[in-house]
């Protein structure tokens, strides 16, 4: 069975400009929740979808968006890129049914210059 | 709030040596436990995890048990080799209205040498 798999793998923006990463759960799998990995600040959760709806968000500025279409993949966009979003953002995905495991995706590593 | 202390390191073992790294959580309501591990330019993959009082998780000679009474999921191994060396992270989950969000501790790297 397929992993989770995000694109891009790397991306380099500037400040102010805008940008879109893209996560494809495990097949079967219908949550999807994005992470933000900085050396200071460590794995921070930044929100989760399931069924096209966002259940759950962490303590980002609205700057942080989200979306899930009905094949269960997801996206994140963040506007107005700062320095400091300059990250390693990773995807999960999870059935769900309780308890669940999160399978955790590669990564997409966003420098800010 | 949900949090998890564990050490932060780094940690350098010589191959074939021990291998114990702590991890205490603090939690509202019974979490799921794990590790996970990350390997250099890469994603975090499950190592094990436990979702009840006195689970023990095991894989790939990791091994943790779910101590409620001490609120703590230690991870051991007996005997550690150079393809160890990776970050290892706790975290725990609960569930919320069908959401569940990992809470992490700041990890922990670990170089074996051999």
Known sequence: KAGVTQTPRYLIKTRGQQVTLSCSPISGHRSVSWYQQTPGQGLQFLFEYFSETQRNKGNFPGRFSGRQFSNSRSEMNVSTLELGDSALYLCASRRPGGRDTQYFGPGTRLTVL | ?114
């Open chain 2, 1 to 114: 709030g949900n949090s998890v202390t564990q050490m932060e390191g780094p940690v350098t073992l010589s191959e074939e040596a021990f291998l114990t790294i702590n991890c205490t959580y603090t939690a509202t309501g019974y979490p799921s436990l794990f590790w996970y591990v990350q390997y250099p330019g890469e994603g975090l993959q499950l190592l094990l995890k436990a979702t009840k009082a006195d689970d023990k998780g095991s894989n790939k000679g990791f091994e943790a048990t779910y101590r409620k009474e001490t609120t703590s999921f230690h991870l051991e191994k007996g005997s550690v080799q150079v393809s160890d060396s990776a970050v290892y992270f706790c975290a725990l989950s609960i569930p919320q209205g069908g959401s569940e969000k990992l809470v992490f501790g700041k990890g922990m790297k670990l170089t074996v040498n051999p």
